[in-house]
């Protein structure tokens, strides 16, 4: 059982926008601004895509973006192209110097 | 260019001490930055190990604390992890990362990973 909650999938058209949350508590998600979301390939690496909750690191296309409502996180992909298809996962700082993920979420280029 | 690179045995008993090795190139682990460990179970999610500082600042995963050795060898520029009394659940590949630290707990540069089955 993971600490941050994600819905399993998610799907989206090409050039359709797609948004992935990740619940978690005022513990985590809620009381820090250390949230990340990485998007992984099969057979790959994880990837840092974003970081501080909205901030991208260079390289990360900006149709990448995050954002935080409460205890609840999210990742939004605009203009979906074939590429984008992956598995993301969430993360936090979970206090006492502690790093949490989510389950993850399989995202769908159909 | 910082890169990663996992080096272990792939196959490790029940009950047996996982001892992995990860070189890092490009980037003096001296330097700053921590360094750490996660892991994914095949089909399953990342988790979080352990993380390391050469200044010997170490952050543990709770659940896995008291089984957990990371230590940075800056003569090497290596990392390694030692998970004990391992069991078929600790079967998983296990990756290498920098970690941001107190800066976030960010992993922005990771190995390739190394794939460990705990089996008889």
């Known amino acids: 059982q993971s600490a941050l909650t994600q819905p399993p999938s998610a799907s989206g058209s090409p050039g359709q926008s797609v948004t992935i949350s990740c619940t978690g508590t005022?513990?985590?998600?809620?009381?820090?601004?250390?949230v990340s979301w990485y998007q992984q390939h099969p057979g790959k690496a994880p990837k840092l895509m974003i970081y501080?909750?909205?901030k991208r690191p260079s390289g990360v296309p900006d149709r990448f973006s995050g954002s935080r409502s409460g205890n609840t996180a999210s990742l939004t992909v605009s203009g979906l192209q074939a590429e984008d298809e992956a598995d993301y996962y969430c993360?936090?700082?979970?206090?006492?110097?502690?790093?949490?993920f989510g389950g993850g979420t399989k995202l769908t280029v159909l | 260019q910082v890169q990663l690179q996992e080096s272990s045995p792939g196959l490790v008993k029940p009950s047996e001490t996982l001892s992995l090795t990860c070189n890092v190139t490009?980037?003096?682990?001296?330097?700053?930055?921590?360094w750490g460990w996660i892991r994914q179970p095949p089909g399953k999610g990342l988790e979080w190990i352990a993380s390391?500082?050469?200044?010997?600042?170490?952050f543990y995963n709770p659940s896995l604390k008291n089984r957990v050795t990371i230590l940075l060898d800056t003569s090497k520029n290596q990392l390694s992890l030692k998970l004990s009394s391992m069991t078929a659940a600790d079967t998983a590949v296990y990756y290498c990362?920098?970690?941001?630290?107190?800066?976030?707990?960010?992993?922005?540069?990771w190995g390739q990973g190394t794939l460990v089955t705990v089996s008889s």
């Open positions: 990362a920098r970690d941001w630290g107190y800066s976030g707990h960010y992993f922005d540069y």
């Open positions: 490009g980037y003096s682990i001296s330097s700053g930055y921590h």
């Open positions: 993360s936090s700082y979970a206090g006492s110097n502690n790093v949490v």
């Open positions: 005022s513990s985590d998600i809620g009381g820090y601004k250390y």
């Open positions: 390391t500082h050469y200044t010997g600042d170490t």
């Open positions: 501080e909750i909205t």
